[in-house]
């Protein structure tokens, strides 16, 4: 019974009680998602690019 009751309150909940975003704000947050995940990428890139050329220079000196 407590089952039934819950999926009731929860189905009435999704339905009625909250508020959907519409199909324009999705796209708008995609594209502020894609962009900062492109922005994060190139800044993990460029720090394995300079820690690699770092440790290439350290294990250099030693041969």
Same mark, same amino acid.
């Given at each position: 019974?407590? $089952?039934? %009751?819950? @999926?009731?309150?929860?189905?009435?909940? /999704? !339905?009625?009680? =909250?508020?959907?975003?519409?199909?324009?704000?999705?796209?708008?947050?995609? $594209?502020? %998602?894609? @962009?900062?995940?492109?922005?994060?990428? /190139? !800044?993990?890139? =460029?720090?394995?690019?300079?820690?690699?050329?770092?440790?290439?220079?350290?294990?250099?000196?030693?041969?």
């Amino acid at each position: 019974m407590k $089952l039934k %009751v819950y @999926i009731q309150e929860a189905y009435d909940e /999704l !339905v009625h009680k =909250v508020t959907w975003p519409t199909w324009k704000e999705l796209q708008s947050s995609a $594209l502020v %998602v894609m @962009i900062a995940s492109f922005i994060i990428s /190139l !800044v993990i890139f =460029v720090m394995d690019l300079s820690f690699r050329n770092i440790m290439d220079f350290i294990y250099g000196l030693f041969y």
